[in-house]
């Protein structure tokens, strides 16, 4: 075990490599080099653009440096010596970034051989305590982050403590890659971009529009039968809408620009809260008639930069599966201890079922009365105790409106993924002057509380086809059943088979090719098709069909009836 957090060594890691480009690149100009969540990046301005082979050079001589206990060495300097010092190294980024440091604070740079780095640290005290490294790829990144700044070239590396847990992070990348919902989604043809259309907007392809169906009604359900009612409100609304919410003011920058309406400024919508509780306010409201349980799969429209988009993760127009709950004081835990169960059992309903609790507490600066603040939170952790869940606590990490929960999900690689956010909100009801008539005849504020579930149906779709690697469920999977005749002959057999599946609500296809049966069977496999039945003389003689499962591989002849009965059972079952 390292003494060191993976952050100290992924950051110094990133020296480390910095330190190889200088040694490799003489005329190297250096940018920034953070740790991130998965490994490290540095980004450079060089001569020459990069290949992928540089990377075993530069990784090679890190590895030198790495064996050669080379010391990290931290000293001050005053802004002046600062400035005077990386002007004389020719490292304009470097300088910039000085510039960002505050008169007050104290000007770090760190030494590692002959490489010196304007950073605050901190580091491992010398390369050995790194661990293990690699180079994974290279990208381009404009300075800043701007567009109308330099291109400079970064490289993405990561590190851990130890070879074994280097090696089974590169494991699970690499059956990241082959579970990658881009390449899956072109591959099945569930969803495609255009650039007609335009980035980050999806196009979804009659089976991805299956699946996503499939999930829409099942969500739809489960509402229903939870104590939800749906609503629908409309893609844009005036300005004075988003005026008192605060977006305009807070939130301009992610929305779309205003149309002319009767020369009114209209704006499509980021978010779907503000038109719930125009709902709300449609009306005089009595505590008898709280608490209220308001969802809606609303589509909304949000600005993101070119180059964040990934596929279905990160997209300009999603569709979040909102909900927010409205109730008194009196109400607020058993309402959060039944959100959280009613979340934690869609999520398992999907085959997910290790889900962990982040708790924000409040912030420094937040709005609301700090006896709702407390209220709400005792209401958070008393719902995670009932769930038996264990918790992490991110204290004063809360928006400022209101304190939350967030449930990241890991799936079936082990990847943690942030999904459904149970958020209290202290803001939108007072701007919005939101109230119930109390039993005492007084008005009174409700509790407000926004519950994405899944988040967005695209981004929980990207998620659920990298946690089957899009092989679906049969309650899921747009074609269940591939029939395979052997021959044209038994062609008339396998339809009748097919017709009676139909009967029971089975999604069957009959593969009428004159294709060999090898050729079938491989075609319907890389379909991810959850049952393969072929069928000859002996099947069409007897009344059966001989069945491969792709959950549980060859099951041997099976009579129609009986095949049929299993498969239902696995459709009601909602089997994963």
Excluded at 212 to 238: C, M, S, V
Excluded at 395 to 405: L, N, S
């Amino acid at each position: 075990m390292s003494q060191y957090d993976l952050q100290t060594i992924r950051h110094s890691a990133a020296h480390l490599m910095a330190a190889a480009v200088k040694q490799l690149y003489p005329n190297a100009k250096f940018d920034i080099g953070p740790a991130t969540d998965n490994g490290f990046y540095y980004d450079f301005d060089l001569d020459v653009r990069l290949a992928p082979e540089d990377l075993k050079k530069i990784e090679k001589a890190m590895k030198k440096m790495l064996n050669g206990h080379v010391r990290f060495e931290c000293f001050e300097m005053n802004r002046p010596e600062a400035e005077a010092m990386l002007k004389e190294a020719g490292q304009p980024y470097k300088l910039e970034r000085l510039k960002d440091i505050p008169d007050d604070a104290k000007i770090t740079f760190y030494r590692s051989g002959e490489f010196v780095d304007l950073c605050r640290g901190p580091h491992v005290a010398d390369t050995s305590a790194i661990g293990a490294v690699k180079l994974l790829s290279i990208a381009g990144s404009y300075f800043r982050g701007d567009e109308k700044n330099p291109m400079l070239q970064r490289i993405y590396g990561t590190a851990f403590a130890t070879q074994e847990e280097l090696d089974a992070y590169l494991k699970q990348q690499e059956e990241a890659a082959k579970r990658d919902h881009r390449k899956l989604g072109q591959e099945l043809k569930l969803f495609t971009f255009s650039e007609n259309v335009g980035p980050g907007l999806v196009l979804w392809q009659p089976k991805g529009a299956f699946i996503r169906n499939q999930i829409e009604t099942f969500w739809r359900k489960e509402h229903y039968a939870n104590g939800y009612d749906l609503l629908y409100t409309p893609h844009i609304g005036q300005s004075i809408l988003w005026e008192t919410s605060g977006h305009l003011d807070f939130y301009r920058e992610s929305m779309y620009s205003s149309m002319k309406i009767d020369d009114v400024d209209y704006f499509v919508k980021p978010m779907n809260c503000p038109f719930h509780i125009e709902i709300y306010r449609s009306s005089l409201r009595s505590y008898r008639e709280l608490p209220l349980r308001w969802a809606e799969l609303g589509t909304v429209y949000r600005y993101e930069k070119s180059g964040v988009l990934h596929g279905l993760l990160r997209v300009r127009g999603f569709t979040q599966d909102d909900a927010h709950i409205i109730c008194t004081p009196e109400q607020i835990e058993d309402e959060i201890a039944e959100v959280l169960r009613f979340s934690l059992s869609i999520w398992k309903a999907f085959g997910f079922t290790e889900i962990k609790p982040y708790l924000a507490t409040r912030p420094a600066k937040a709005v609301g009365d700090p006896a709702r603040w407390e209220k709400a939170l005792t209401s958070l952790e008393k719902a995670v105790k009932k769930a038996g869940l264990e918790c992490e606590v991110d204290e004063g990490g809360g928006a400022f409106y209101g304190p939350k929960i967030d449930l990241k999900v890991r799936d079936a690689i082990g990847r943690e993924w942030q999904t459904t956010t149970i958020q209290f909100d202290f803001n939108l009801p007072e701007r919005f002057d939101m109230t119930y008539i109390g039993e005492d005849g007084k008005k009174h504020q409700p509790f407000m509380v926004h519950r994405a579930l899944f988040g967005s149906l695209e981004r929980f779709f990207g998620i659920l086809v990298e946690q089957y690697a899009g092989a679906f469920p049969m309650w899921l999977a747009p074609t269940q059943i591939k029939i395979l005749p052997v021959g044209e002959d038994y062609l008339e057999y396998a339809k009748t088979v097919a017709a009676e599946m139909k009967q029971h609500a089975l999604r069957v296809e009959v593969d009428c090719r004159s294709a060999s049966l090898g050729a079938k069977i491989k075609d319907a496999r890389n379909e991810r098709i959850n049952y393969i039945l072929v069928v000859g003389e002996e099947e069409a003689k007897n009344g059966t069909v001989s069945v491969r499962s792709r959950r549980e591989g060859e099951l041997g002849t099976k009579k129609v009836a009986e095949i049929i009965e299993k498969m239902v059972s696995e459709v009601d079952n909602l089997t994963v």
